[in-house]
């Protein structure tokens, strides 16, 4: 075997070695402080002051670990509020601006002046569509009753039709006869 | 109340972190100590696996500062 073989085979077992070494230890330490969480920059394992045999300089020292602990505790708790609080404060106005603004350009819209067209069109559009809906509904009940209508259905039909529609239900039967349909474009 | 939801905003942090740092004495026997000193040293530990996404209620103050400015009289 070369020196150099030899060289690297020691070194492997010693990275062997160490690394079993570490595994055990961090074996130990996690079943040290089993149900105990661990804190960074703390000793691993949690204090106590239970142990009866704490000589009194190791029972202050422990005691001053603590109180540092919750007083660190407390200080970052304060922070995290402080800044918690912040956050939701920072978007309540956020959304309180936002909101502002929604309404600031909601009511400048409705302030512009429109357009005669824009306004007939507006007018216009939802009587066009009813005149268009009547329209095509007479002349579906014309159909049927020119398809088969007894006596009996033209009765009954008579009452669907509103006062105006009844007083020149007649008229209309003959301009109806007298004059080509209009086109579904046209009303 | 503009000004008043302005004055709220900022008062709200420092008041929350006054309160916070002020409230309890710290604990003389040392039971009461032991038990603080966990307490805290869980809280801490449980902070770090948090995932610190404070979304839901940033989310609720956003809509209730929206709320109150389309209900804000004009």
Redesign the interface.
Known sequence: MSLNAAANSANAATAAAVSDTAAQLVTQGLLQNAG????AG?PEV?????SPNLSPEQRAKI?KE??S??Y?????????????????????????????L??RAD?ESAAQPRSAPDVLQEIAEPVREELKRLYWRQERQRERSEAGATRHNWRHRRRWRSTGQRLFAGQARHLSRLLPPPREGEL | MTVLGSLATVAAPVVAKAVLQESEPLPVSDAALEAEYIRARTEMEAWKLEDGSDLKPMLLSGAVGFIAALMTPR
């Open positions: 105990q969480p661990m804190q703390e949690a204090l106590t002051l239970n005691r603590m109180y602990t919750i660190e505790w407390r200080r970052q708790k304060a922070e995290r509020a402080e800044k918690r609080w912040t956050k939701r404060g920072l978007c309540a106005a956020g959304g309180y601006l936002f909101g502002l929604l309404a009511k």
